[in-house]
């Protein structure tokens, strides 16, 4: 197993989460499947690594798939979301409507750590816990994005606050979140 491909490993060892690693039939290219809940929850992780691109990427799925109809009021949020984001975006993909966090390093002049790998976990964690009923809301609803949006407050930052979200939550993510790993 390559550096990278070690890391994924250690990142398990480091957290003591049970999960899946696999190779690509090249050997560069490594991935671990695991699982989270979040904010009561259960949440996909994926960890990708390309030793060749020195790539680092984290994605955290929730439970739910944008409804086709709702596509444009998901990207209107997702936009809002990640415009304030400091770490990470949210992706949503127009074919299916599978919405996803996505943090991801180049770590060519670093060395990663595990503790790495798990901030960049925990920062998507983070981020759910705060948005994640807005973003149900807006891609199974009849809410709006606006709407949501509305009724968000705007903290001394100028960041949004969600409703949804505890005081120590906001799309900037100053703690944690309710993350429990599986």
């Known amino acids: 197993m390559t550096k990278l491909g070690?890391?994924?490993?250690?990142?398990?060892?480091?957290t003591g989460w049970s999960g899946e690693?696999?190779?690509?039939?090249?050997?560069?290219?490594?991935?671990?499947?695991?699982?989270?809940?979040?904010?009561?929850?259960?949440?996909?992780?994926?960890?990708?690594?390309?030793d060749s691109l020195d790539s680092l990427a984290v994605f955290v799925y929730p439970p739910f798939r944008v409804k086709p109809s709702k596509h444009a009021e998901a990207c209107k949020l997702i936009n809002a979301i990640n415009y304030q984001t400091l770490h990470g975006r949210f992706e949503i993909d127009p074919g299916d409507g599978e919405l996803r966090y996505c943090n991801s390093a180049d770590v060519e002049f670093c060395q990663p750590t595990a503790a790495f790998v798990r901030s960049m976990v925990l920062c998507g964690g983070g981020i759910l816990t705060g948005w994640m009923p807005a973003l149900a809301e807006v891609a199974m609803t009849e809410h709006t994005a606006d709407g949501i949006l509305a009724q968000s407050k705007v903290g001394d930052d100028g960041a949004a606050e969600p409703v949804a979200a505890d005081a120590t939550q906001s799309a900037a993510p100053r703690g944690r979140g309710s993350v429990t790993l599986h």
Do not use: K, M, Y
């Open 6 to 14: 070690h890391l994924l490993q250690e990142f398990l060892d480091l």
């Open 21 to 50: 690693i696999w190779t690509e039939e090249n050997g560069d290219v490594h991935h671990l499947g695991t699982g989270a809940t979040i904010d009561d929850q259960p949440c996909r992780i994926h960890v990708s690594t390309v």
